[in-house]
């Protein structure tokens, strides 16, 4: 009965987020207390803290919690990953994402768009380019494969940008030198001469 229970007001949850959090986090709770380790009600209860509180450490201990409780609940990954990014907890991310590849029944080119995002993030502009690519490789829908495109797009005109501002600092630092050996051997004369 309790399970039944409990089912309940997950799908309730469920059916009330993100329109109606008051419902939803009500419901979770009622969830919560019949399976202290429901792993989708831990997922949605870390989603309400993230997203809608912006309370980051709450919703990392509240995903720690649901994968925990089954590391085979798919969906889980991609949020996970994207608060780790956010938060710029990028060894931590990588460890997730590395390990999410191993998961059975995982969606590889959405872990593949979060590698991608993860390395944007990291300002590897080369690596994102590749892990993207393999995103777009590996989808099995032109939405998904439309939005990778957007992402792709993003990463090669801020790679652009880095490029640019990479050549500026090379131009400074040639004019610099220039500049110290132009006094440097003008200095040397002087003290010849002197």
């Not at 980051?56 to 995903?63: G, L, P």
């Not at 995103?135 to 032109?142: F, I, T, V």
Request: hydrophobic residues 40%; proline residues 2%.
């Amino acid at each position: 009965m309790g399970n039944i229970l409990q089912n309940i007001h997950l799908f309730r949850a469920i059916q009330a987020y993100p329109w109606e959090l008051e419902k939803a986090v009500e419901a979770l709770h009622y969830a919560l207390s019949y399976d202290p380790e429901n792993a989708k009600a831990l997922h949605l209860m870390a989603k309400v803290y993230a997203e809608q509180l912006g309370d980051y450490e709450t919703a990392k201990t509240y995903y720690e919690s649901a994968l925990a409780s089954r590391l085979d609940l798919t969906d889980i990954y991609p949020d996970y990953i994207r608060l780790l990014t956010n938060n710029e907890d990028f060894e931590e991310a990588q460890k997730v994402i590395d390990f999410a590849k191993t998961v059975k029944g995982i969606d590889k080119a959405g872990i593949a768009l979060a590698q991608g995002q993860l390395f944007e993030s990291m300002t590897q502009f080369e690596d994102a380019e590749r892990a993207l690519k393999e995103a777009k490789q590996l989808a099995l829908n032109d939405d998904f494969i439309c939005f990778v495109d957007g992402v792709l797009s993003r990463v090669k005109k801020k790679r652009k940008v880095q490029a640019n501002a990479n050549r500026v600092l090379e131009n400074q630092a040639k004019k610099e030198a220039e500049t110290e050996t132009k006094n440097s051997w003008f200095q040397n004369r002087l003290n010849n001469l002197l």
